[in-house]
């Protein structure tokens, strides 16, 4: 069974260029997460959805992220425009969503994001 | 902000050592769960404690949980190159809080 797809793997951009970020969750799960990891330091939650609402999203700077998951399966994350500081590791996660925040989450392999 | 503080940052060992690396906390969770995770790769569960005292192994590794719930520890008996990676601990209560990690090296 294919696991938590992410992509792009790898991106580099300029600072003040829009990017964007696609996940996958395994087949079957409900919630879906992203968190951002930056050097040296454990995953942030960003964002967490249940089906296709956003539950959480207090984490999320709303000024330049958004994210979406429309019918309820894959999901993007957009930052626009992008600053230095948002240079990490962008992880997706995914659970069956039966049991709240004690479901296993799996993680994608994340993309990482430079910006120069 | 990490409100679960890891240490060492770094351990780097030989084959055969064993280690210990420590997550500690001033709140209380409802559980705590311990990933791995190797370069280039997301974060993958070992293990959930959920009781105050409570000991798990899972092969050569040992979880302790302590009784007050606020602290934990991971034990790696006779350390193998394939053990290398960055060790979580993320606390749960409506969601997943995580610590810095240690970055374990092992050398053959």
């Known amino acids: 069974e294919a696991g938590v797809v992410q992509s792009p793997r790898y991106k580099i951009i300029e600072k003040k260029q829009p990017v964007a970020f696609w996940c996958n969750p395994i087949s079957g799960h409900n919630t879906l997460y992203w968190y951002r990891q930056n050097l040296g330091q454990g995953p942030e939650l960003l964002i967490r959805y249940e089906n296709e609402e956003a539950v959480d999203d207090s984490q999320l700077p709303k000024d330049r992220f958004s994210a979406e998951r429309l019918k309820g399966v894959d999901s993007t994350l957009k930052i626009q425009p992008a600053e230095l500081g948002d240079s990490a590791v962008y992880l997706c996660?995914?659970?069956?969503?039966?049991?709240?925040?004690?479901?296993?989450?799996?993680f994608g392999p994340g993309t990482r994001l430079t910006v120069l | 902000t990490q409100l679960l503080e890891q240490s060492p940052q770094f351990l780097s060992i030989q084959e055969g050592e064993n280690l210990t690396v420590y997550c500690n906390s001033s709140?209380?969770?409802?559980?705590l769960q311990w990933y791995r995770q190797e370069p280039g790769e997301g974060p993958v569960l070992l293990v959930t404690v959920v009781t105050g005292g409570e000991v798990k192994k899972l092969k050569r590794l040992t979880f302790q949980f302590g009784d007050a719930r606020k602290d934990s520890s991971l034990h790696i008996t006779a350390a193998q190159p394939g053990d290398t990676g960055l060790y979580l601990c993320?606390?749960?209560?409506?969601?997943?809080?995580f610590g810095a990690g240690t970055t374990v090296t092992v050398r053959a």
């Open positions: 996660a995914s659970s069956l969503g039966a049991s709240g925040a004690t479901d296993t989450q799996y």
């Open positions: 709140s209380v969770f409802s559980s």
């Open positions: 993320a606390g749960v209560d409506y969601k997943l809080s």
